[in-house]
Every structure is written in C-alpha cells, then in structure tokens.
C-alpha cells in the first residue's frame, strides 16, 4: 500500500516554463513534507520541505503548496532551467522536527527540460 | 566540509556471503539513517541511529540485517547470507542534533549474483 504517490512517472517542460510536479499521500498523521531531486548515481538532495501548520514555502525558483483537506501537495519550480533535468522525490514523515527519520517516499518524477 | 561519504560505491557479493556498508557522516552530525533503494522504487526508510543508538528500526528486515553506529568510526550496516533481493542501492543519510534537514550519500550499490 502506497502511501505517497507520485502517479506521473515523467514530466516533459520546455526551458523557461514552469515545471509542475504533483503528490498525493494517504497516511492523515503525515506532518512533514519535503521534496528531494536526484541525478543518475548520486544520493537525493534536499530541495525544500514545509510542515503541516502552513499551506505554502517559497525558496527562489522553488514553492511548495500544501492542501491537507485534499491530501495534496505540489513544487513549482519557475522558470525551469535545463539543471532541473533530474528525478523528483517527494517524501512525508510523521515527525515535524527535521532530520530523516521514518521518511516515506514516492517513487518520484524524471523531470525533463526541453531546450 | 565534506558531505556524507558511503563506501564502496558498488559491491558485488555472491548468494550467502556478507554484505558490510559504511557511512561516515558529515562533520558535526550525530544522527544517521539508512534507506534502500531497490530498482524503479522510492527510498524505504531502514533504520535510524544516533552514537551507540538505534534510535528507531521500524524498517530493518527482522532476519540478516543489522545496523551500528559506534562511539568511534562509522555507521556499518551488515546484511548476512545476501540473496538476489537484497541486491538495491543503500543510501545513508546525515543530519545534526538539532534537527535539520538531512543530506544523503552517494550510496552503495550492492548486486548479488
């Protein structure tokens, strides 16, 4: 059983655009979300993350949205840049105090930017 | 600084043999974490350890793995009489007390033939 889902396996956006990247979670006691890329043979970096008490995290040219009724949460990343290419994971966990304990992960997005 | 380092980066073990994986974190972090990655899936959380800690194991497989993170020297974690399935990528992850973000390794790749 599933509990983050990332149901688009592969996104194609042209450089400039804004890049959409989408996340569904079943688990109610999630209360930490963070978002991770990784390329090819290197570990996942952290991207951004946003606790369960706010609907919104900006950093640059990435926002993460929260929308807890719907079990939902997006990245935006605007304007794409090719650098983006990579997998996006995004992950949940039940503790709000950072770290990586217990993290649940979806199977991620291969973000591809078109030139 | 450097970042979290895990080796060897590939390890090729035969059906029964042992598997050890070693992760120095980084500088100042206490806390480490295992994950596995097996092909075409997300990251499975596997254990959490802080010095001579396990902390919390809820993902560690009951049977052939084990985990330590000692006083001195790196966090190992061993996997005895691999099989096929074990064959993943294992990522370890770093984070400081206070409770930050955590920064992952390069991770091990361990093929089982």
């Known amino acids: 059983d599933q509990q983050v889902k990332q149901n688009s396996p592969s996104l194609s956006v042209q450089e400039g655009r804004i890049s959409i990247l989408n996340c569904d979670y079943t688990n109610s006691m999630f209360d930490y979300f963070l978002w991770y890329k990784k390329y090819p043979a290197e570990g996942p970096t952290f991207l951004i993350s946003i606790s369960s008490i706010k609907d919104k995290n900006e950093d640059g040219r990435f926002t993460v949205f929260l929308n807890k009724s719907a079990k939902h949460l997006s990245l935006h990343i605007v304007p794409s840049q090719p650098g983006d290419s990579a997998v996006y994971f995004c992950a949940a966990s039940p503790y709000s105090g950072g770290g990586a304990d217990g993290l649940t992960f979806g199977k991620g997005t291969h973000l591809i930017i078109q030139p | 600084n450097a970042g979290v380092m895990q080796n060897p980066r590939h390890l090729v073990r035969r059906r029964g043999q042992e598997a050890r994986l070693r992760c120095s974190p980084m500088k100042g972090h206490s806390h480490v974490y295992w994950y596995r990655q097996l092909p075409e899936e997300g990251l499975k959380f596997m254990v959490y350890l802080q010095k001579e800690n396990i902390i919390d194991e809820s993902g560690m497989p009951k049977e052939r793995f084990s985990a330590e993170f000692p006083k001195e020297g790196p966090s190992i974690l061993r996997i005895q009489q691999v099989v096929r399935g074990d064959s993943a990528a294992y990522f370890c992850?770093?984070?400081?007390?206070?409770?930050?973000?955590?920064?992952f390794g390069q991770g091990t790749r361990l093929t089982v033939v």
């Open positions: 992850a770093s984070s400081p007390p206070e409770g930050t973000e955590a920064f």
